[in-house]
């Protein structure tokens, strides 16, 4: 069978190896296919030595044989189809950046591990010549919304893909886990591996984490127009890997930077045009309602903000909690809109909950001093998630540090003075209910005062069905505006009860694009 290499790439390399330069050993793991042809080589020929460092596979292959498997590609993907190698490299670039920050996992795997997503496509490309058409347009979705639009269309999907394909140990097991967190029907379970740290799949279990959590900061950078990529990859690189903000915006420049370097090798950065202009600074997004009741809600949750009063904003999945904060935070009316914008979850243990709010001595414990997202938030505003999920015994201490208005950082002995800060909580629950069972603390709810609001479903606001359909079409370029005329189209929108709120309606309006790609 042959696989689709990038004809920019292919021909780089005939270049090096005609004038024996040391460039090729640094630069092959730079076509994901050819990546991938090299760690399939080597594994089914060193028995059972795991080899995963590219440098490793080019001496246990040798120059010739590499030469032979680059001449041997007959099916080349040319200057069109250059996002979806930008697509991969990045992702890669991104994934080996994270792995940086701990010692368990060597940078190639993680770079490895990051073309994955890149060459699900790849071989799904490979399968169905059709999907030509769509892949560019994937990889603008998360690897949850692309899993489930693949399988509506082929009846298979690009993780099952490498799961025929990547059989051997250590990324078979990382394929495996990939399959078992993302299913078919666009659901994602992370929560079902919690028990594996620590154990031995540990490493297979982070992998599989890095090509997830790269997708999203690739595309931050590809599609920065697109909110939720930014924000979702800052969320989870801190809670799956406790990179802190700034280090992970450091990491996506650090990427970018990489791959225009790669480029320039491959002669090809004048035909790559991105801009990381509008990454780093939350732009103007606008929330709105035709519905009466929730547009006037709105108004008045808009006069609380342009108060300085804490906000807390509730309501089911997907329905745009971390959006909404962040139309809160660059309303012009916002006095605190050209401070910190800092954003923390809360359902972790009370130990890493403490040292990520209020920081840690230098040298304590032998660990590295950090300052913390209050100190960080200073003068602005701290977006907190899952607030109700946070454990009583920091309640306790939040709590205390808010009365007395000084904290300590874990291990210090002085106190800070407590910051000028307004806060943001998301949740999908109400904690006054929580409070009223006695199972969160009233006190603490009384001292932060926010003003609850809950953001209707969209079946409680049907009205605006139409209006997110349309501002979804032109976020994402969708050539789809007549389809939104159809009777049929019309009627499932009236009446669709979206579960999933806008993840629900997103999908919906993808499919139909999808189909029409497909069918053009």
Not at 259 to 273: G, H, K, M, S, T
Not at 384 to 409: E, H
Not at 429 to 438: E, L, M, Q, T
Request: aromatic share 14%; glycine share 4%; hydrophobic share 40%.
């Amino acid at each position: 069978m042959s696989f689709p290499v990038f004809r920019h790439t292919i021909s780089k390399f005939k270049e090096l190896f005609t004038k024996n330069s040391d460039n090729a050993t640094i630069l092959i793991k730079y076509d994901p296919m050819l990546a991938y042809l090299l760690y399939k080589e080597v594994s089914k020929s060193s028995n059972k030595t795991e080899i995963t460092s590219f440098l490793q596979m080019f001496n246990y292959l040798g120059t010739r044989r590499i030469e032979q498997i680059i001449l041997d590609r007959d099916l080349f993907l040319d200057n069109e189809d250059l996002p979806i190698w930008v697509y991969g490299i990045l992702s890669a670039e991104v994934s080996s950046l994270l792995a940086a920050k701990f010692s368990h996992i060597h940078r190639d795997e993680a770079f490895f591990a990051g073309l994955m997503p890149c060459l699900g496509l790849l071989f799904m490309l490979n399968e169905f010549p059709v999907y030509r058409s769509i892949i560019q347009f994937l990889i603008k979705v998360p690897i949850e919304d692309r899993v489930f639009l693949e399988k509506q269309i082929f009846g298979t999907n690009h993780l099952d893909t490498l799961k025929r394909n990547i059989i051997y140990t250590p990324f078979k097991d990382v394929v495996n886990i990939l399959n078992k967190i993302f299913s078919d029907d666009g659901s994602k379970h992370i929560k079902a591996f919690v028990s594996v740290r620590g154990s031995s799949l540990q490493s297979f279990f982070d992998l599989a984490l890095l090509a997830d959590v790269s997708t999203y900061g690739v595309q931050a950078l590809m599609f920065p127009s697109v909110f939720d990529n930014r924000e979702l990859f800052l969320e989870l690189a801190k809670k799956y890997f406790r990179i802190k903000e700034s280090d992970s915006l450091e990491i996506l420049q650090n990427a970018m930077d990489r791959l225009l370097d790669i480029a320039r090798e491959f002669n090809v950065f004048e035909e790559i045009q991105l801009s990381t202009e509008k990454v780093f600074k939350l732009r103007k997004f606008k929330f709105e309602s035709k519905n009466p009741v929730f547009a006037n809600m709105l108004k008045q949750l808009f006069e609380e903000n342009a108060n300085d009063r804490n906000i807390y904003i509730y309501g089911e999945r997907s329905v745009g909690r971390r959006l909404l904060a962040a139309v809160l935070y660059t309303a012009d009316d916002n006095p605190r809109k050209d401070k910190p914008y800092v954003m923390i979850f809360c359902d972790m243990e009370p130990e890493s909950l403490e040292e990520e709010f209020f920081g840690v001595k230098d040298g304590y414990l032998g660990k590295k001093g950090m300052q913390g997202v209050l100190k960080h938030a200073d003068g602005g505003t701290l977006v907190i998630k899952n607030f109700s999920r946070m454990p009583k015994d920091f309640q306790d201490k939040l709590q205390k540090a808010l009365q007395n208005k000084r904290f300590y950082r874990v291990g210090d002995i002085s106190p800070t003075e407590f910051p000028d800060i307004k806060f943001i909580f998301i949740d999908r629950d109400d904690v006054r209910i929580k409070s009223a069972k006695g199972e969160f603390s009233e006190t603490l709810i009384k001292i932060l005062n926010p003003f609850f609001f809950r953001i209707f479903p969209l079946r409680e606001r049907r009205e605006d069905i139409f209006y997110i359909a349309n501002e979804i079409v032109n976020k994402y370029n969708l050539n789809i505006q007549d389809k939104l005329e159809q009777p049929a189209i019309v009627e499932k929108l009236k009446t669709e009860q979206f579960p999933e709120n806008l993840r629900d309606l997103k999908r919906f309006l993808f499919f139909l694009y999808i189909q029409r790609l497909i069918k053009s």
